[in-house]
């Protein structure tokens, strides 16, 4: 005879009141308790929404996600042109470098003097490591997977100091919302096959975080915590007037100017992903004045001590695998365009000093894109010189004065070299 593994006891006597009772509130109380728990979960959910919403509202890019975004829902904006233009595609993808420094219609402009009609895009986004170039250049080629022939040239910006081992340390939490952010549910459920609890994590980032991930939040809360005391040093200067207060002036001076370009830090259509060429003269003299304080030695110095903490900018020790990634971003890009080529940005000369190895572990980074891929490069690294007066931190050119330049530079190259037939 087999012994029975669950007491008499415990079972429920559906005859019995008191069992019926006590089940019923068991039940009722299992009840209130999902009940609850679902109501706090989408109270929070709804919280962090409205927190998200608030910050992208008021701050640009708070969280470094929202430009990413936006640009890859815009790599299509080619495709609206109507078939009887016959002006030259030309896509400029990269970094914040690009996204700052670069002017569609300073640069269309330029090349227009010269008798080229060109019709050009700024798709460069802030942190934009090759992990996460690679994923915005496949949403790229699967964009254009039909339609071959519409982007003539893409100009593809290295930033040889986003691809070092250290940058690489850096990467996971950024390229996890990248990935969550130009991702489909298709695209997810790809993962899952690998990886279920990636595929839910990238998921919930997208759907019920708007793309921000939970260390996003985190890591933002906290940057006034790490930066006290470190990057926002006193510094006496002539005029008593803070830069902060200065700068939020220029901010909302420009946000009253360029209505369109709401919520701040995202892609915007009327500008083809850059910024508006010019402003009042009000806002032009006050950028000055901003960008006159941001070029004082000691914030300077103080920014190039950050991206050697985060990027190693000036020894450059490249990651192999950042590198393959990029290389592989390349081969995608030439897939759909008819030509690609490499540029390299103008950098700041007067605080960022390459060493030896810098120098060297730079040729031979180009060197091997170059051969496994084939592009041209154009390298206004040094040539010609930007003085520090045209950036306003260590490595980004200056809103009007060195966005202007840059883009006049870049129509000349092309305007002598000319765009694919």
């Known amino acids: 005879m087999t012994s029975s593994t669950s007491s008499s006891k ?92 670069f002017s569609p219609e300073i640069f269309d402009q330029r090349l227009q003097e010269s008798g080229v009609e060109s019709v050009s895009y700024n798709f460069g986004y802030g942190n934009a490591d090759p992990s996460i170039h690679q994923r915005f250049v496949k949403r790229l080629a699967q964009t254009f997977s039909e339609k071959r022939d519409v982007i003539d040239l893409v100009v593809f910006e290295f930033s040889p100091f986003q691809a070092t081992r250290r940058r690489a340390e850096l990467t996971g939490q950024l390229d996890h919302a990248a990935r969550a952010a130009m991702g489909t549910w298709r695209d997810f459920l790809e993962v899952a096959k690998d990886d279920h609890e990636e595929a839910i994590a990238l998921m919930n980032t997208r759907y019920l975080r708007r793309g921000v991930p939970a260390e996003a939040i985190t890591n933002l809360i906290s940057i006034p915590i790490k930066n006290a005391g470190r990057l926002d040093a006193k510094i006496e200067e002539d005029d008593a007037e803070p830069l902060d207060v200065l700068g939020w002036e220029l901010y909302d001076s420009l946000l009253a100017q360029w209505p369109h370009a709401h919520p701040p830090g995202g892609w915007f259509v009327e500008n083809r992903g850059g910024f508006p060429p010019t402003a009042s003269d009000e806002a032009l003299a006050l950028s000055a004045k901003v960008m006159q304080r941001m070029q004082h030695p000691d914030r300077m110095e103080a920014s190039r001590q950050q991206r050697l903490a985060c990027c190693d900018m000036e020894d450059l020790n490249i990651d192999p695998q950042m590198l393959d990634k990029f290389i592989d971003a390349i081969r995608q890009a030439q897939t759909v365009s008819r030509r690609v080529d490499l540029l390299l940005m103008p950098r700041n000369q007067d605080i960022i000093h390459l060493t030896a190895a810098g120098r060297k572990n730079l040729r031979e980074a180009i060197e091997r894109i170059q051969r496994e891929t084939g592009v041209a490069v154009i390298d206004f690294t040094e040539t010609p010189y930007y003085h520090v007066d045209q950036f306003f931190d260590a490595d980004h050119l200056s809103l009007f004065q060195g966005r202007e330049r840059f883009s006049k530079q870049l129509a000349d190259y092309y305007a002598q070299h000319g765009l694919p037939n």
């Open 10 to 101: 415990d079972r429920i006597n559906k005859t019995d009141p008191d069992d019926h009772v006590r089940f019923h509130a068991r039940r009722v109380m299992a009840i209130k308790i999902i009940a609850f728990g679902g109501g706090a979960l989408f109270a929070a959910m709804l919280l962090v929404n409205i927190f998200v919403t608030t910050l992208r509202a008021q701050f640009p890019n708070p969280f470094s996600v929202q430009r990413i975004q936006t640009s890859a829902d815009a790599l299509s904006s080619a495709l609206e042109l109507p078939a009887s233009d016959q002006r030259k595609v030309v896509y400029v993808l990269g970094s914040s470098l690009i996204e700052f420094g």
